[in-house]
C-alpha cells in the first residue's frame, strides 16, 4: 500500500474519531464557557485537540503494524509522554485541577520525553557518551525551559485557528528541515501531525462564533509536547538549541506578557486578555483567522529564513552555520520584542479602557 494512501486513510480515520469525539463531548457536556479572558461570547465544544493526542496513537499502531516502511522507531516513551501531559488535561478541561497537580505530571511526562531523546539518540550528537556534565545540564535546562515553553502554548491557545496555524508553520519547516538532514525523526511522524492538524483545523480555523471546537488544554499541551519532541530530536542530532527559533513568536509574545503583568502586580494565575493576538481580536475587532495567520505568516517568515538564509551567509563569510544561526536568533528576536513593545504602546490604552469599562 503507498505512502499516500497511508495518509488518506489516516485522515479519514482522524476525522472520523474527531466526529465521535463531538457526540462524546456533548453527551457529556464537555464546553467551554466565556469568562474573562476568553475572545468568544457563546458556549462551544472543548477538547477538540484530543486529535492531536489520537493522532500519534493512530501513527504508531500503523508503524507497528507495518505501516510506512520496516524499521521505523515508535517512541513509545513519547507515547507515553503525550498520553500522561494530554491525559490530565483532559481532565482539567472536564473538572478544574490544582495548578500543583498539572505542573508535577507535566515534569514527570516532559521526563519521560527526554528520556526518549536519549534513548532515540543512541549515545549520538548531544547525548554521546563522553558529554556526561552536558547532558545533565541539558536535562535540567530541559525540563524547566519545555514545560514553561508547554503552558506558554497552552495561553496562547485563545482564538480560533491560531493553534492549528501556529502548528501548521511549526510543523513544515520541521518536515523540510527533516528532509535535508537525512532524516532526525521518522518522516511520517510529522506527517500525521500535520494531517491530526488539518483535521482540527477544518473544525476549529474559523471565524468569530463559528467554530466547532475549541482545542482545550488537552489540545494545546498535547500539539507542544509533540512539535517539543520533534525540535528535541532536531538539537540533540545537531547539538544546536538554536531551533527553538521554530517557536520563536510564540516564546516573544508569551514572555513578554508576563512580564508585562508582573510589572502590573497582576496575579499570574487570574484569566486576561493582556496577549497581543487577544488586543488584536478584541480591541481591535480582527477576524480571528486573519490574527491566526498573521502568527502563522511571521513564524513561518523566521523559519524559512532561518533555514535558507543562514547556510547562504555562512558559504559567503567566514563564520560557520552555528554561528549565523546564533546571529539570526539574536536579530529576530530583538525585532519581533521591539515590535511587541511598539505594538503594546499604541493599542494598549484600549484594552485599559475595556477593564475601566467593567468596573463602572
Given at each position: 500500500?503507498g505512502t499516500?494512501l497511508?495518509?488518506?486513510?489516516i ?9 465521535v ?9 464537555i ?51 503525550v498520553?500522561?501531559?494530554a491525559?490530565i ?14 505542573l ?5 511526562a ?13 549515545g ?8 556526561l ?21 497552552n ?8 493553534t ?68 528535541g ?8 538549541i ?6 520563536l513568536?510564540?516564546?516573544?509574545d ?6 508585562h ?52 551567509l555562512a ?16 536579530v ?14 499604541k ?10 469599562s467593567?468596573?463602572?
Amino acid at each position: 500500500m503507498g505512502t499516500i494512501l497511508f495518509y488518506g486513510i489516516i485522515f479519514l480515520v482522524l476525522l472520523a474519531l474527531e466526529l465521535v469525539y463531538f457526540r462524546v463531548a456533548d453527551r457529556f457536556n464537555i464546553i467551554d464557557k466565556p469568562n474573562e479572558r476568553s475572545s468568544h461570547s457563546s458556549i462551544v465544544l472543548r477538547g477538540g485537540g484530543i486529535i492531536f493526542m489520537l493522532g500519534m496513537l493512530v501513527w504508531a499502531v500503523v508503524v507497528m503494524c507495518g505501516g510506512f516502511g520496516e524499521g521505523l522507531p515508535v517512541y513509545l516513551w513519547f507515547l507515553l509522554a503525550v498520553l500522561l501531559a494530554a491525559g490530565i488535561s483532559f481532565v482539567d478541561d472536564i473538572k478544574s485541577l490544582p495548578d500543583s497537580v498539572r505542573l508535577v505530571v507535566q515534569f514527570v511526562a516532559m521526563g519521560l520525553l527526554i528520556f526518549q531523546l536519549y534513548v532515540s539518540a543512541r549515545g549520538e550528537g548531544l547525548f554521546g557518551d563522553s558529554n556526561l556534565i552536558v547532558n545533565c545540564v541539558f536535562v535540567i535546562a530541559a525540563l524547566i525551559v519545555c514545560v514553561g515553553a508547554t503552558n506558554v502554548y497552552n495561553f496562547m491557545d485563545g482564538i480560533n485557528g491560531i493553534t492549528a496555524g501556529y502548528s501548521m508553520a511549526v510543523l513544515v519547516p520541521l518536515a523540510l528541515v527533516n528532509g535535508g538532514l537525512g532524516g532526525f525523526i521518522a518522516p511520517s511522524f510529522i506527517g500525521v501531525a500535520i494531517i491530526a492538524v488539518l483535521v482540527f483545523a477544518f473544525f476549529n480555523f474559523r471565524p468569530r462564533g463559528k467554530a466547532k471546537c475549541f482545542a482545550g488544554d488537552v489540545g494545546s499541551v498535547g500539539i507542544a509536547f509533540i512539535l517539543l519532541f520533534a525540535i528535541g530530536m532536531l538539537i540533540v542530532r545537531t547539538e544546536d538549541i538554536s531551533w527553538l527559533i521554530f517557536l520563536l513568536v510564540y516564546g516573544v509574545d508569551g514572555c513578554l506578557t508576563i512580564c508585562h503583568r508582573i510589572l502590573l502586580h497582576e496575579n499570574l494565575g487570574e484569566a486576561h486578555r493582556k496577549h497581543a493576538y487577544q488586543l488584536m481580536a478584541n480591541e481591535l475587532k480582527m477576524s480571528h483567522p486573519v490574527v491566526s495567520l498573521i502568527y502563522m505568516g511571521l513564524q513561518l517568515v523566521v523559519s524559512l529564513g532561518f533555514i535558507y538564509l543562514c547556510p547562504l551567509l555562512a558559504s559567503a563569510s567566514g563564520l560557520t552555520l552555528v554561528a549565523w544561526h546564533w546571529i539570526y536568533l539574536g536579530v529576530s528576536l530583538v525585532m519581533l520584542a521591539v515590535a511587541y513593545v511598539l505594538f503594546k504602546k499604541k493599542y494598549y490604552h484600549l484594552h485599559e479602557e475595556y477593564l475601566a469599562s467593567l468596573n463602572k
